[in-house]
């Protein structure tokens, strides 16, 4: 097709990031991230003009789909789940480029076929294609897919040109440090490093990516972003969801696979890295594993532990009152799983020895909120020390993740009149005020990245190892105690008293988040 011939939208696209002609094949084509997530996200990219001109999406599942009938659901999922509206015109264009595959993930004629099909592709355009497999598919299948993509070719393909096929891998990435190197080993055995994109979707948000702007962009966090000046860290993920639907593969996970040992340690290394030496992919990575490697391990005994865990009973969220976890659908009476997990975490290196950092991570907690709080020592209280006329507050950076995206610098500011009072004020800076709405979603950035082949925002085999290292003692401890020690907390409420008392030893509390 000339570039004159088509529509507006997708006309001189590859200019845009330089992302070559490229299909992407979805395993798990009718899961729910892919309708939900993944088909809205390639859609509000071809909105923005950021698709290569030539660009195919091939669904591959176990279902028998007709392409019509997969190009019908994409719209669907397009029309349910985009940020934007669907655009007829666009979709006139986009939708005869989705096909769909049906195959099973251990099948090796599946993959043959699919390998013709992208032949039959090429040779349609006259050019080769950039393949993009996107793995989104329950863990257990992982393998398989893996070593047929090894064993028919389609991994090799292009290898020494700059259209190497390319491979993304959603969550879990193991559920242990055994898997997950057992994981690295089956992947480094078919594909190079430089082919792997390990996703955690907690990268691509905007405002993830913008905490390396905000400490090295600005010259003056660095100075103070240190043992001498910080008191305290505090990364706080609460959600105000229970498990819904997901119950089978949550009761499985728990808080502290399904969200600190990725999403939370992803917050915590960018907040603590050292500055990279450059913005290459490999510099920042570097840093990341770094940080992640000078964490202590975490104390597990019954007295001064690191680490609490607990369950959300029924309560109140929103005032609208909601089951306890024993209660929701496919959690057995049995379970000692947790769905709050809080951590206080010590990094033995030069600029943080002696400071806390403290994570927590909870469903059914009273408010939906991500945020990192970094809390500034207290001035010596010789002119205002606190008393009924000075009211003060610890000087505090909070970064707001999600939602209401932004930052707020907490200060200490007299209060107008004769006498001389004090009162804790806030400084505020609202993304949406200043940028406006419709950020892009965080799947969007992701996929673009990985289709230009940016793997900055993408985590290294020896980062997911880093991190699990970590957190596998506490599963092994918590696999042993079983029900004993498992808290509870009412829906509704910010987790159990331990969690707090877990700061009153080193005489901090939990901030309220969003105040
Ligand atoms: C996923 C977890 O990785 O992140 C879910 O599996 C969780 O349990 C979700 O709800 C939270 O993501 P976000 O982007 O809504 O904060």
């Known amino acids: 097709m000339e570039d004159s011939q088509r529509h507006p939208f997708l006309r001189n696209l590859s200019k845009h990031r330089g992302a070559p002609s490229t299909a992407i094949v979805i395993f798990g084509a009718s899961g729910d991230l892919t309708s939900r997530k993944l088909i809205p996200a390639i859609y509000n990219l071809g909105v923005d003009n950021l698709l290569p001109a030539d660009f195919f999406l091939l669904g591959f599942g176990r279902k028998d789909i007709p392409n019509d009938e997969y190009r019908e659901h994409a719209r669907s999922s397009i029309d349910t789940f985009s940020r934007r509206p669907l655009n007829p015109g666009l979709w006139d264009h986009l939708g005869p480029q989705v096909y769909y595959q049906q195959g099973g993930y251990d099948e090796k004629e599946a993959y043959i076929s699919l390998a013709q099909h992208v032949d039959e592709l090429e040779k349609k355009l ?42 993304i891998i959603e969550k879990p990435f193991g559920k242990d440090l055994n898997t997950a190197q057992h994981l690295n080993q089956v992947i480094l055995h078919q594909f190079e490093e430089k082919q792997v994109y390990r996703i955690d979707h907690y990268l691509g948000k905007e405002t993830v990516q913008d905490l390396l ?92 532990s690191d680490v609490v865990r607990a369950r959300y009973d029924k309560g109140l969220v929103g005032g609208n009152p909601v089951l306890g976890y024993l209660d929701e659908d496919g959690i057995p009476d049995a379970s000692a799983t947790e769905t709050y997990a809080a951590l206080r975490l010590s990094i033995n290196n030069w600029r943080w020895k002696g400071v806390p950092f403290y994570m927590r991570s909870g ?153």
């Not at 070719?153 to 290898?159: D, P």
């Not at 490697?293 to 104390?299: E, G, V």
């Open 126 to 167: 006259g050019r080769d294609l950039q393949l993009l497999f996107y793995i989104s598919t329950p863990p257990q299948v992982f393998e398989p897919i893996l070593e047929n993509l090894g064993q028919s070719g389609l991994a090799k393909r292009n290898v020494d040109t700059p259209l190497f096929t390319k491979v």
């Open 363 to 515: 469903k059914r907690m009273a408010r939906r909120v991500s945020e990192i709080a970094i809390q500034f020592k207290r001035p010596p209280g010789i002119l205002f020390s606190e008393g009924t006329r000075f009211d003060l507050a610890p000087n505090t950076m909070v970064l707001r993740i999600q939602p209401d995206e932004g930052s707020t610098l907490l200060l200490n500011a007299k209060v107008p009149g004769l006498e001389t009072r004090t009162q804790p004020v806030k400084m505020h800076f609202h993304y949406e005020t200043t940028f406006g709405s419709n950020t892009p979603e965080a799947y969007e950035r992701l996929i673009l990245d990985s289709m230009v082949g940016d793997n900055t925002l993408f985590i290294r085999g020896d980062e997911t190892e880093a991190s699990w290292k970590l957190v596998t003692p506490i599963l092994d401890h918590w696999k042993e105690l079983g029900i004993h020690g498992l808290e509870q907390y009412s829906s509704g409420s910010w987790g159990p008293l331990p969690s707090e008392r877990l700061l009153w030893k080193n005489g901090h509390e939990w901030r309220r988040p969003g105040f």
């Open 213 to 304: 702007v905000h400490r090295f962009a600005n010259a003056i966090f660095e100075p103070i972003w240190n043992r001498e000046y910080v008191d305290c860290i505090q990364i706080t993920v609460a959600e105000d969801i229970g498990v819904g639907s997901r119950g089978g593969y949550y009761d499985q996970s728990g808080a502290l696979r399904d969200m600190v040992q990725n999403h939370t340690m992803q917050l915590l290394s960018l907040i603590a890295m050292e500055p990279p030496v450059s913005l290459d992919p490999e510099a920042i990575r570097d840093e990341k594993v770094k940080v992640l490697k000078a964490i202590q391990p975490l104390k597990l005994g019954a007295k001064d």
